[in-house]
């Protein structure tokens, strides 16, 4: 079986166990009381060392990623250890989202994702890309 079909089957095990994609948000990321979730959409994230397949979580207050599975990594010790990938933004640190498209192929298509640090984050392989980039905006505008 390809491996998008297995990440696929994981991360709705992963959902279902820990008891819906609301549970597994604050599970995974800090929650304000008042914070909703607005819109999560599985993607992937870009990073150094090749894209992290995940959910985005869009709220009321943040934009986060996490990885379906825990990535290995070598510590400081030197010694193997893994962890899940985990990315949050807060909605007031973010300057843009921006659409962007592979030019030699423009199938490929991205959302850019710019702080007001100067940082990046490029996502991609959304099921239905028009609403992700949708909902990101929307988040970013109206906070």
Known sequence: ?????????????????????????????????????LKTSACYLSTSSGPVAGLL???TEKVAFCSDRPLSFTC???RNACSYYRVAIPLGRM??????ENVNKPSEKYIQVQTVDNHEFWFM???????????????????
Do not use: D
């Open 1 to 37: 079986m390809p491996e998008t079909v297995w990440g696929k089957l994981s991360l709705g095990t992963k959902i279902v166990a820990q008891g819906g994609v609301e549970k597994l948000f604050k599970l995974s990321f800090s929650v304000g009381p008042t914070e909703k979730l």
């Open 57 to 59: 979580f869009i709220s």
């Open 76 to 78: 400081s010790e030197g």
């Open 95 to 100: 300057r843009s989202v921006n659409p962007c």
């Open 125 to 143: 392989g959304f099921v239905n890309y028009e609403k992700a980039f949708k909902h990101l905006q929307r988040a970013v505008t109206s906070y």
